[in-house]
């Protein structure tokens, strides 16, 4: 697919393909979150926002893995499965209380909430905290966390090669 970029953008996809698969694990899992969101808060928790957004992370983390373990890092590791997976879990974990963090702000200390904001408002900031701000310090933290902490040292799993990569396209 990179492949078909043209110049520069090839150039620079392909000496950042870890961080541009990555950004497209992250971008299908921010979907996947949203929806589950907005789901969850709108018709079961509708009283337990930061539960729902919890809930809601949790899932996306889980994709996460399955999509960051196979695709984005999949020829990293250095650890054994199991200690990868505590530490890629202890990392979201980390990532999860960054994320909710600015919705627990932003309706608890601001109270951007029912009756002190219209509903529209709410869902505003609701979007702009938990999944515009906290999605956005959560990532820069996985990213760091994932690269020096779970997927420590390069080139240690099967996989294909850079220029295997290159030559089917799938940089």
């Not at 399955?66 to 980390?94: D, P, Q, Y």
């Not at 505003?124 to 701000?133: G, K, N, R, T």
Request: glycine share 8%; with cysteine.
């Amino acid at each position: 697919m990179i492949s078909r970029f043209p110049e520069p953008i090839r150039s620079i996809a392909l000496k950042h393909r870890e961080l541009v698969k990555f950004a497209l694990v992250g971008g299908t899992c921010f979907v996947i979150d949203t929806v589950l969101f907005f789901g969850i808060k709108t018709l079961v928790l509708p009283n337990n926002p930061v539960t729902a957004k919890i809930i809601a992370t949790l899932v996306a983390t889980i994709v996460s893995y399955i999509l960051n373990r196979e695709w984005s890092f999949r020829t990293r590791g250095g650890r054994e499965r199991h200690h990868e997976a505590l530490l890629f879990f202890l990392v979201n974990g980390i990532g999860i209380v960054l994320n909710s963090a600015p919705l627990w702000v932003s309706r608890y200390l601001f109270h951007l909430q029912e009756p002190h904001v219209s509903r529209f408002a709410e869902e505003v900031s609701d979007f702009l905290s938990a999944q515009i701000i906290g999605t956005l310090i959560a990532m820069a933290f996985r990213w760091y966390g994932y690269k020096n902490w779970v997927f420590p040292e390069e080139n240690v799993r099967g996989g294909r090669s850079d220029s295997d990569e290159e030559a089917l396209g799938h940089s």
